[in-house]
């Protein structure tokens, strides 16, 4: 190949993108609000064995891919060798053109291994497996390694209220570190009422991480509300929360604790008082992190584990979802408006799965600012099946034209890969893009630096404001960019 795909102005269409993207947004550091890293790894700096790895565990992006592309279960989660589930996938590189996946592998191998001569396939996959591996052997190529090379300064993990946050804490008793790792409170698993059996034994896994007796409603929530306060010590900024839809059914505190009683006694539990529970549970949650000042986020819109045969064989999180089509206007209206109306509305991010609720959602939001926090109810940026060119283009479009772009907090990983920052990067080119077209069209004036410092704000600094983390405690500010 005698041009390198990935070069300095990919993606940059036009002389303004370019200098966009390389005066104002190329240098920018990374808070990365929302991912799915192992925060075991970050705090004993894992080395990589080899590149699959770093690339391919875990990854049910690439496992669709592969068997999608016909490559038998053994080359993706069996028994084959590192080795082979790396060719095998190499192998089918060039049969995902046009998916995000190409972009990203070679962004990937370009950012990390300085790859940008050849194209991964078939033929030069040996090359470039011996090439990787050789780097990954070497001390710079350390998990915090990784990080600090692509200027990540905020960290945030996805932790359940059960887990014991001991690397996190850690962590934050080092003095010589380059960035801050923060938990993020996921309690999806508190609010599973209907999965009976393993709702009984979450519970009892609360009762150790609280050190709490657990037999009431009121004792559950306390132990959460112990757990939420833990979090808290610890820096956590934000809870996450993946749901189908919005809840919006009605609730009464006696109908919960009525509902919990008979979870734990094993007793059949209907529909309508699923949804209760579900619907007070998310309410209580978004009532403590008001309390808090964090921010609330809802991941809208997947249909997980749709393949019940692979579930049982492969578990969950194995490229076996999709999106889902549910009805989210009324219930998130209706869900939003209870905090509104009792003023225990957080800050909060909606992430909506299936393209069709952009503009839905983006003007959701305009519902319920307050003038007093900027972006207060914020359109989250494209995710999982969305965070691809289009999907990302589209998400801004909609911002842009339903609500304040300026004020947007920007891009995440929501990745379990420590390989996968260079989204960042392609998410900053496919902005600087859009803007610089919109320049070069007359769409919007010439005057860099207004374009700029929104680049500057959406790509960076609107999230630093919007989750405090420039204004953290001296205690736990262990860099010197905040």
Known sequence: MNKSFIHENFLLQNDQAQKLYHDYASD????????????????????FQNLSKIWLHGDHYKWRAMRTCGVPERLITGDASDEEKFKAWASIVPETLKNPLYHWTHLELKT??????????????????????????QPNFSTRSLLHRMQVKVVCTTDDPTDSLDMHRKYQQENDTHFVLFPTFRPDKAMQVE????????????????????????DFIDALQSRHDYFGQL????????????YAHPFN???????????????????????AFKTGMMHMFAVMDHEKG??????????????????????????????????????????????????TLPRVIIYNLNPRDNALISTMTGNFQNGEIAGKVQHGPGWWFLDQKEGMEEQLQTLSNMSCLSHFVGMVTDSRSFLSYPRHDYYRRILCNMLGNDIEQGIIPEDYELVGELIENVCYKNALKYFKYNRLPAEMDKTPIF
């Open 235 to 246: 820096g956590c900024r934000a809870s996450d929360h993946g749901i189908e839809e919005p």
């Open 294 to 343: 964090w921010a609330f986020q809802m991941h809208i819109g997947a249909m997980r584990n749709n393949n019940k045969r692979k579930f049982n064989e492969l578990g969950p999180d194995t490229g076996f979802d999709s999106i889902g089509d549910f009805q989210i206007a009324k219930p998130l209206s209706s869900f939003l408006n209870q905090l509104d109306e009792d003023d």
């Open 253 to 275: 505190q006696q109908q919960l604790h009525d509902i919990f009683a008979k979870a734990i006694q094993g007793l059949d539990i209907s529909t309508d008082e699923v949804m």
């Open 112 to 137: 990390y291994f300085g790859i940008d001569d050849v194209l991964l396939n078939k033929k030069s996959a040996q090359g470039i497996w011996e090439h990787s591996n050789k780097l990954l052997s």
């Open 195 to 218: 999965q009976h059996k393993d709702f009984l034994d979450y519970v009892k896994k609360l009762e150790s991480a609280s050190d709490t007796d657990i037999s009431t409603f009121k």
């Open 28 to 47: 920018l550091p990374i808070i990365d609000f929302h991912c799915h890293l192992d925060p075991d790894a970050i705090v004993k700096d894992t080395q």
